[in-house]
């Protein structure tokens, strides 16, 4: 006996925006978070030159020191975003928070940046431990966005990091929404953050995997495109509160769409090179376990980073499963890639979009790749369609694939 | 040597920015732990701040003989 998943609260903190107003109104206008970064200049041998950060975030003035000291802007980006998307479920400060049957499923490639400076600095250059603090190691510590977002609203049930780079924030929602289906818990706060840091864009570019169309950020990174260059890292978070169904109806909770599966798997080969057959393989299960044709999903949010093998090999995995009939775009154009924020944040607005009955296109996709498959790209401007069913795909390093499907709700 | 009131300013600077806690909390007799909430993780950040600032490393069973503020105090004029 498996349970029903709903999605009753959603937020996101993006390079375009912090709610889904100015989101949309960003989507629809063509308007790129890309930015040049002046503070990278210095760096010797770095070729790229851009990133997509989230503009004007502070902290909130009542967050209390004793919470915030353990947070590296990574999880203060998580817990916000938690925060958010509680208060649209309804649930901020609810008394089942510490019941132990609501938990935390969520990721972030890596914990802050700033703090893991302080050790290299001091212990690994230096041989000392003098300078090092006490909050260093819980800043930077792998599961240090979930483990802040479980102590600053008072968590008490499971705790699930899922630190899988690209794949940090939809796993995050995979496994939350597993905890709920198979009875572990009853609600979930899941998804995904990243920090934006020199460390990030540096390791896509000495891959050679980074854009350095420096001087036109707004034309990058350009998914399926034949003119693209590769990824522009970014930052965000993005949360989901999934609930289980009788348990949003007993409290009357506003719905926003119900999850109906999902799948991850590995590719158990490579590292970083894509493998199509994986990418395929985990479409397949996703619509398997939701019991679904491929021609029941209306529009597949791509992963689609503006890599030169990512996107052909995710191309052509997609027409494998869904031929030229399914509209697909990639929002990477608008938001860069967020990378552990990147399957939260897409979730999120893949849901948004069915709910409003139109997608957005991949921005900066003017000339497909004559290597891509010929899938039914959205580009130029949105498309209306009305759907039922959405798919969320993302793909990691580490040979990590996951397939999220999520249906507009009704009885 | 520094006077006792020259380093009740610098630990009453100090908590204030390091820690954010009010300077009218902060009177001699002021409890670290329970008055002004203090904990574990803070007094090793305020041995970072010491060593840092003032150039004394402080061992923990100094951070441990530390119960209020004035023993801080104390505890920086006797060794600087």
Known sequence: MTRRVVVTGMAGLCPIGSDWKSVRDALVAGRSGVARVPEWEDVAGLKTRLGARVPGFEVPADYPRKKTRSMGRVSLLMVRSA????????????????????????????????????????LFVGRTTSGIGGNEFLQFMSHTAAANVASFFGVRGRLVP??????????????????????????????????????????????????T???????????????????????????????ELEHARARGARIHAEMLGWATTCDGRHLTQPDPEGMEQVMRLALEGAALPPEAIGYVNAHATGTETGDIAESRATHAVFGAR??????????????????????????????????APTLNLEAV?????????????????????????NFAFGGINTSLIFRRFGE | MRSKDEILRWVVGTLTSEFQLRAEDLHPGAHLVDDLDLDSIDAVDLAVNVERELGLSLTEGDLKSLHTVQDVV???????
């Not at chain 1, 169309?213 to 990824?231: S, V």
């Not at chain 1, 775009?329 to 990378?339: Q, R």
């Not at chain 2, 104390?74 to 600087?80: I, N």
């Open chain 1, 83 to 122: 925060e958010l998307a509680l208060a649209d479920a309804g649930l901020l400060g609810s008394p089942e928070l510490a019941s132990g049957r609501v938990g935390v499923s969520c990721g972030s490639s890596t914990g802050s940046p700033p703090a893991m400076d302080v050790y290299a600095r001091q």
């Open chain 1, 162 to 211: 899922t630190c899988s780079a690209c794949t940090s924030g939809s796993q995050g929602i995979g496994y939350g929404y597993e905890a709920i289906k198979f009875g572990l818990q009853d609600w979930m706060l899941t998804g995904g953050a990243e920090e934006f840091d020199v460390m990030e864009g540096a390791v896509f570019d000495v891959l050679f995997a980074a854009s």
């Open chain 1, 213 to 243: 169309r420096n001087d036109e950020p707004e034309r990058t990174p350009r998914p399926f495109d034949a003119a693209r260059d590769g990824i522009v890292v970014g930052e965000g978070a993005g949360c989901l509160v999934l609930e």
């Open chain 1, 326 to 359: 399914t509209p697909v775009s990639s929002l990477k154009g608008h938001i860069g890639h967020t990378l552990g924020a990147s399957g939260a944040l897409e979730a999120w607005l893949s849901i948004e979009m069915m709910r409003e009955g139109w997608f």
């Open chain 1, 369 to 393: 790749d004559e290597r891509c498959a010929p899938l039914d790209y959205v580009r130029g401007e949105q498309r209306a369609r009305e759907v039922e069913q959405v798919m969320s795909n």
């Open chain 2, 74 to 80: 104390d505890l920086l004029h006797e060794r600087l």
